[in-house]
Every structure is written in structure tokens, then in C-alpha cells.
């Protein structure tokens, strides 16, 4: 799972932002996803999040650099991990865009785990956002596989 430096942290200290989102990053989402993908990404303002599905997303800031690659699964999904980000100050100041890859409810904890980790190497994160932490994609293929889930 994806985490931030410990402590809570106010916007001026957020650590900097990423690259900036490119159409490509978005489709990195879905791919990240493979088989347990459930729809197209889409974006919403982080204020009007209405994802109650697990997946994959992305925010970006209001000069469109990546921020934060995040994973959601449970009850409330993607709004509910977009919500419990938003209850800290540097994140509520900083967060303006969510990109979010659906996947289907039957996707495992370890394979959306692995898909965030098989996204945050595609897109570079690792190196390029060296204060954040993200799951191993080692065994991405085998725990997200090629087919589709119906």
C-alpha cells in the first residue's frame, strides 16, 4: 500500500509533486488493471468523487502534476480513500484532480496491491516521487493476469 512521510504535514510541506499527467498516465491505469478492469478511467474533481468501486487512481495538483497514485478497495471505494485523504490539510489544499481506473468488486486485495505497485513502476513513480512508497509488482501478471472478469 502506498504511504506518505509519517507525521501530519501542511500544504507547504507536502513533499513536490511528480511528472505532469499526460493521457498516456491515465491509460498506464487501466493496463495497470488488466483483466479485473471494469471501465474506461475517467476524472472527477476531487470534491465530487462519486467512485464507490475498488481501483486504482491518480490525483493531480491544480497545475496538473501527479501527486498521489492510490489504491481503493472496501465499502466505499475510491470515495471513501479520497475522503479519508482530504482529512489532511496539505492533501486538502493540494489534491484538485482524481483519476480513477475501476475495477471489479471480485479483484483480490494482493492483485489491486500489485497493480498499484505494476502502475506506479510504468509510470516512473518510484524514481521521480522518491518520498513515496508503493507496493512490489513482482507477481503482477500472475495475480492480475490477461483475462477479462465477467
Same mark, same amino acid.
Given at each position: =500500500?502506498?504511504?506518505?512521510?509519517?507525521?501530519?504535514?501542511?500544504?507547504?510541506?507536502?513533499?513536490?509533486?511528480?511528472? &505532469?499527467?499526460?493521457?498516456?498516465?491515465?491509460?498506464?491505469?487501466?493496463?495497470?488493471?488488466?483483466?479485473?478492469?471494469? /471501465?474506461?478511467?475517467?476524472?472527477?474533481?476531487?470534491?465530487?468523487?462519486?467512485?464507490?468501486?475498488?481501483?486504482?487512481?491518480? &490525483? @493531480?495538483?491544480?497545475?496538473?502534476? %501527479?501527486?498521489?497514485?492510490?489504491m481503493a478497495a472496501g465499502d466505499q471505494g475510491v470515495l471513501g480513500r479520497?475522503?479519508?485523504?482530504?482529512?489532511?490539510p496539505w492533501k486538502r489544499a493540494v489534491f484538485h484532480r482524481v483519476w %480513477?481506473?475501476?475495477?471489479?468488486? !471480485? %479483484?483480490?486485495?494482493?492483485?489491486?496491491?500489485?497493480?498499484?505497485?505494476? @502502475?506506479?513502476?510504468?509510470?516512473?513513480?518510484?524514481?521521480? =516521487?522518491?518520498?513515496?512508497?508503493?507496493? /512490489? /509488482?513482482?507477481?503482477? !501478471?500472475?495475480?492480475?493476469?490477461?483475462?477479462?472478469? &465477467?
Open positions: =500500500m502506498s504511504g506518505p512521510l509519517p507525521g501530519a504535514r501542511l500544504a507547504q510541506d507536502a513533499a513536490p509533486p511528480g511528472p &505532469v499527467l499526460r493521457p498516456v498516465h491515465v491509460q498506464l491505469l487501466a493496463r495497470a488493471l488488466a483483466g479485473y478492469s471494469s /471501465s474506461t478511467p475517467y476524472w472527477s474533481l476531487v470534491d465530487t468523487v462519486e467512485a464507490f468501486c475498488p481501483g486504482l487512481y491518480l &490525483v @493531480a495538483d491544480a497545475n496538473g502534476r %501527479i501527486v498521489w497514485l492510490g479520497i475522503r479519508k485523504h482530504l482529512g489532511e %480513477i481506473a475501476s475495477a471489479y468488486d !471480485q %479483484i483480490p486485495r494482493p492483485a489491486l496491491e500489485a497493480a498499484e505497485g505494476w @502502475a506506479a513502476d510504468a509510470l516512473d513513480l518510484r524514481a521521480r =516521487m522518491p518520498h513515496r512508497t508503493w507496493p /512490489s /509488482s513482482t507477481h503482477w !501478471q500472475l495475480l492480475v493476469g490477461r483475462e477479462p472478469v &465477467v
